[in-house]
């Protein structure tokens, strides 16, 4: 799927209703890791949301939709049970930037121990298991959409995320200002959890001490300041982020030379409650100054709290 990047280089004229409007989510990714729900989200707050529309009907969709005021803000939840489902995703996204839309396209995914969970948990059979087991079902539709996740916009990995989590981080990404050109999420999570699948980066803290093993820090977080003052004034700590910052800086570049307009980096350490969460928020302020480049900086602490 090359097709999705439209929004590089010259633009052809916008048609009447699409001027400015950027405001075009396809939501796809894995059977049973969120479509719905992030569909949900999108139409609690304002969005126009259309559930398991057959992609080659999408840009009728927005033919129909393009002069609607009440519909400026369109979300399409697409799954892999229609027919020949990437083929007609890439012809509709080719189809759409040829016509002056600027569709972004977010895979929903999970790790496959999170969705046997929830599959086992609805008692419902995956929708390309056949005779088979449910994780052949789940190993067949990853690869199916392995092209479609590479090449998409964004990546919302919800193993570790319920529902007001997941609406916070939609929130975060996909809300308002079009005029903002690159997302820069910087996340917290902790090794022993999984490192999260929609991670672009991924930064390992564990070879710093750790304050789980000071009795007195225990009980405080990486946003506490006995826990910022422990890791962030060891030396190591100053090196290794000075040195994380440049790198960042470096990339950010690239990824606006690109085109890119959401990046996740995420800053591990073993429970993600300490060390990543005091180094991800000082990440986060040292790169504040990006704004000035149209980049937003904006930080989660996935697993703080789960311990």
Same mark, same amino acid.
């Given at each position: ?23 075009v989510v ?10 719905t ?32 005021p ?24 080719h ?85 903002? *050109? ?9 090794? *022993? ?20 093993w ?8 990486? *946003? ?84």
């Amino acid at each position: 799927m090359t097709a999705r990047r439209t929004d590089l280089g010259e633009q052809p004229p916008a048609p009447p209703g699409a001027v400015g409007r950027s405001d075009v989510v396809i939501l796809t990714g894995m059977s049973g890791a969120g479509r719905t729900t992030a569909g949900d989200v999108l139409e609690d707050r304002g969005w126009y949301v259309v559930d398991n529309l057959p992609p080659a009907m999408i840009v009728r969709l927005m033919d129909l939709t393009a002069d609607d005021p009440q519909r400026q803000r369109v979300a399409v939840v697409a799954d892999v049970r229609s027919r020949d489902f990437t083929s007609e995703l890439a012809g509709a996204l080719h189809t759409l930037g040829e016509r002056g839309w600027r569709p972004r396209v977010v895979f929903v995914d999970s790790s496959d121990e999170s969705l046997v969970r929830r599959f086992e948990a609805v008692r419902r059979p995956h929708p390309l298991q056949g005779e088979g087991l449910l994780l052949d079902g789940i190993r067949r539709e990853r690869r199916m959409l392995g092209d479609i996740r590479s090449d998409a916009d964004l990546v919302l990995d919800t193993s570790n995320y319920n529902v007001h989590e997941l609406a916070a981080k939609i929130d975060s990404l996909l809300a308002g200002d079009a005029d903002v *050109k690159l997302r820069f999420a910087v996340m917290a999570f902790g090794f *022993k959890y999984g490192i999260p699948l929609d991670a672009d980066v991924v930064l390992d803290l564990r070879f710093l001490p750790n304050p789980y093993w000071d009795p007195e820090l225990r009980p405080h977080t990486g *946003k506490d300041a006995p826990v910022r003052e422990f890791v962030l004034g060891q030396d190591l700590a100053q090196d290794y982020i000075r040195h994380a910052e440049q790198l960042l800086r470096t990339a950010v570049r690239g990824y606006l030379a690109e085109g890119r307009r959401y990046v996740t980096v995420a800053v591990g350490c073993t429970g993600g409650k300490h060390r990543s969460v005091a180094t991800a928020d000082e990440l986060a302020r040292r790169l504040a100054d990006l704004q000035e480049l149209d980049v937003q900086i904006s930080t989660f602490h996935r697993d703080l709290g789960r311990e």
